[in-house]
Every structure is written in structure tokens, then in C-alpha cells.
């Protein structure tokens, strides 16, 4: 609201009655105002006694919260902040004396995201609080191989999960997706580990949220990678050896994404892969860092065909030969195989 305007309304009210001000001017916001303009038509009247003041602390207007970002719940009667803002306590959705929900996009205090620190369920954007070990809950998403067959990933609170914006695991329709909201990394571990060769690939689907308030919504807005690792600190020893590898793809259009992991970044080579890396780098010269949203969704490891090494007797790479035994092939003189030793595999 801009306090250089007036903010106008039509009252009919009797004398000694109270007006929710705070609900009819400014719609339950908090608004810091220092001018009291009374304006009259005509006729003539007096008005004497004017006080401002909260009602049961600010929390409650009536049957309603006084915060229109907050929601009422009764046993105990409380109002929680809507998902996507947060209490100015800084201690999670619920409204206290003096408080009063600001948005996500503009707060520093945490927001409920997958992760975060919680005493109840009221603290964590989707109502479910691990009391025990006082951090918001995550579900687990699927990775559906070609064979059919499922693995769960977890979200790793070892892994790296650096963030001032943060995850959250929805459930939309019969597949959970993945939500990175401003500046984000999110390591989430698999059930299994799952062994890449050349002919295996990482098909997701990516979806830009578009946020008109912010303006946001496009490739601009923020730079999204997906890494593929066996160890927490994501192969850093392997590559270090082999520093040709990547674990790592940039993923910059909408919709569905293949990548060639087994083949591009693994180089051809046999990888065991154990954590999935979704991380996103907000242009913050462009739009606020947590008005950026992007959701990853169908998760599939895609193992396709590898061509036999050896063909009518011949080796189907031209710089090898067949081994003795047959059925395999070597790297001639001067030459090494992408695996790093002299032996080609699959």
C-alpha cells in the first residue's frame, strides 16, 4: 500500500462501536501509518475519544484472523500462516502476540521447507513436523528404471543441502515432484545404488513456475543443474583422478529432458550412482531469489542398447582388436579405452 495515498471507505457505524480498521483499510496487512485523516462530505458531526489498538493481541478479528495471509484453526483457536508466508517471530506459520505473516519471497526466517527446524506441524509448509528430531518432513519421490522396477529417493540431511531458499517433495495427481524455491541445493539419496554404462541416460520432466507478481517464469530467471554421484561430496577424489568426467548437467528448456549421463558425463565408464544433486542459481539482478520456483517431476534412468564389441569376427570400435578368447576386444597399440585401463566393457 502506498502511504502517500488515502486509503478511503465508506463507514456507517454507530457511536461507541469499533471498526476493524486493520481489515477495512488495509485488508490485514501490517501497515505502519502516522496520519489520521477524517473527511466529511457535509452536514456535521464530532468525534471525540479515538483510540487504535489491537484486538486480542492482533491475532483475532471476531470470528477471523486479523491477518488476511493466516488461516483460523480452533482446539486450540490459532491462526497459522498460509503456505508461502511465514510468521515475523521467525518461528515458523504461527501467529503470537505481535506477529504477523510475511511472505516467503521477502523473509529471511525459515519457511517451512523440507529440512527446516520445527516444533509442530503448523511450523512446516506441509503440516508434518518430525517432533523428535525437530525438522519438517520430506516424502520420497520415485526414479523408474527401464526394467520397470522402482527406487525411492530420500532427501539426505547429510548430503549437500546448502540453501537460502529450499525443497519441498508435493504430490501431484499420482507422482511426487520436487520443488527448489530460490537459491537451492538438494541432495537426495537412492534406495539403491544404480550402475550407469554408456547407453544410460536421465529422462525428467522440468516445469518454470509462472508467478505474475514477480514476473517469473522464464529460462532467464535462474540456472538449473542435476548431478548424478556415487559419494556425499559428489565423487570429488574420482574426479580429481579422471578430470575429464563431470557429474554434473545443465538443464536449460522446459518440458522433457533426456541426458546421455552414462555417455557424456561419465564418459563411457561404469558409474554406480547413489545421490541425486538438483541445485538452482537465482539471477538476482532479475527477479527476488525466492519468487523463483521450479519443479522436477518423472524421473526415469533409461538403460538403452549398447552395440555388441564385436562383430562378424571384428571389433567394432576400428582402434581395437578381438581378444584370444573372443567375444571382447583390447585397445590396439597407442590407444586406451575411455574406461581408463586397456580392456574395453560395454
Known sequence: INLDDCAMVNVNVSLQD?????????????????????????????????????????????????DSASDLFNDPKRCICKPD???????GRLLTSGDFCESCV????????????CTDGGDCWTDSCDTANGVCLTSEFDVQLSSGSLLSASLDPSGENASTGGVIVREIETTRAVHLLGDAVSTFMLSE???????????????????EDFN???????????????????????????????????????????????????LSKR?????????????????????????????????ESVLNQVSNGK?????????????????????VSSNGGNRLNE
Not at 508466508?85 to 518461528?91: A, H, I, P, Q, T
Open 315 to 335: 571389433c567394432t570400435d576400428p582402434n581395437a582388436t578381438p581378444t584370444p578368447e573372443g567375444g571382447k576386444c583390447v585397445c590396439i597399440f597407442g590407444y
Open 18 to 66: 469499533f471498526i476493524g480498521a486493520g481489515l477495512i483499510f488495509f485488508d490485514g496487512r501490517t501497515v505502519y501509518a502516522k496520519t489520521l485523516v477524517l473527511l466529511q462530505s457535509s452536514g456535521k458531526s464530532s468525534i471525540s475519544g479515538v483510540k487504535i489498538f489491537n484486538e486480542d493481541g492482533g491475532i483475532f478479528c471476531g470470528d477471523k484472523c486479523c
Open 193 to 211: 545404488a544404480f550402475e550407469f554404462n554408456k547407453g544410460t541416460k536421465l529422462r525428467l520432466d522440468l516445469q518454470r513456475l509462472s508467478k
Open 271 to 303: 558409474v554406480l550412482v547413489k545421490f541425486i544433486s538438483l541445485k538452482q542459481v537465482v539471477n538476482h539482478d532479475i527477479v527476488p531469489a525466492k519468487a523463483v520456483e521450479v519443479v522436477f517431476s518423472n524421473f526415469i534412468f533409461l538403460q
Open 106 to 117: 521477502d523473509t529471511s526466517n525459515q519457511c517451512g521447507f523440507d529440512g527446516d527446524s
Open 216 to 266: 517469473t517464469g522464464s529460462s532467464e530467471d535462474s540456472f538449473i543443474e542435476i548431478c548424478l554421484h556415487n559419494e556425499r561430496d559428489g565423487d570429488l577424489l574420482r574426479l580429481t583422478q579422471a578430470p575429464d568426467e563431470s557429474r554434473c548437467a545443465l538443464i536449460s528448456t522446459e518440458g522433457t529432458t533426456t541426458i546421455s549421463f552414462g555417455k557424456e558425463q561419465f
Open 85 to 91: 508466508y511465514v510468521s515475523s517471530s521467525g518461528n
